[in-house]
């Protein structure tokens, strides 16, 4: 019977298959590690659409009416005591005040009515906290549809 005198491997193969295995998990830790100003980013959005949507609720139940700058967007939480007082209050419309933050912890801005007869504005001045900017800096805003796609 024939036996290999070799056992084990090489140093070189060795630093070889190590370096196979640690760029297979770098590549692992990018796939799924992902950008937090891009994951912030996506969160906000996802939130502006929440609230976005409850606003439509919160209308439809109430004869077409938005709740006003005055109001804010606790109305969405709470029944409004401001004038003008909702006919059909069906909230709470979300879950928590937790939603009416950006993933950077400042307040959505809402104004209503907004501009150019839109019924309401609501936007996040982004990561900078400041208005304009570009990229992961750029502000949210909700009559810019090209501002809520990721």
């Not at 996040?124 to 502000?139: L, M, P, Q, Y």
Request: aromatic share 8%.
């Amino acid at each position: 019977m024939y036996r290999s005198r070799r056992r084990g491997l090489t140093p070189s193969e060795t630093l070889i298959a190590a370096a196979v295995v640690a760029a297979f998990a770098l590549m692992l830790t990018w796939r799924f590690a992902g950008d937090p100003e891009v994951e912030a980013r996506e969160l906000t959005i996802e939130r502006m659409r929440l609230v976005m949507d409850e606003l439509e609720k919160y209308a439809i139940d109430n004869g077409g009416v938005f709740p006003t700058t005055d109001q804010g967007l606790n109305a969405l939480l709470q029944r409004p005591t401001k004038e003008p007082r909702p006919i059909r209050w069906r909230g709470p419309y979300l879950p928590d005040a937790a939603v009416l933050a950006d993933a950077w912890g400042s307040p959505l801005i809402y104004v209503a009515p907004g501009d150019d007869a839109r019924p309401f504005d609501l936007w996040s001045n982004g990561a900078d906290r400041a208005e304009g900017g570009a990229g992961a800096e750029a502000d949210i805003q909700s009559w810019q549809p090209e501002t809520l796609i990721p």
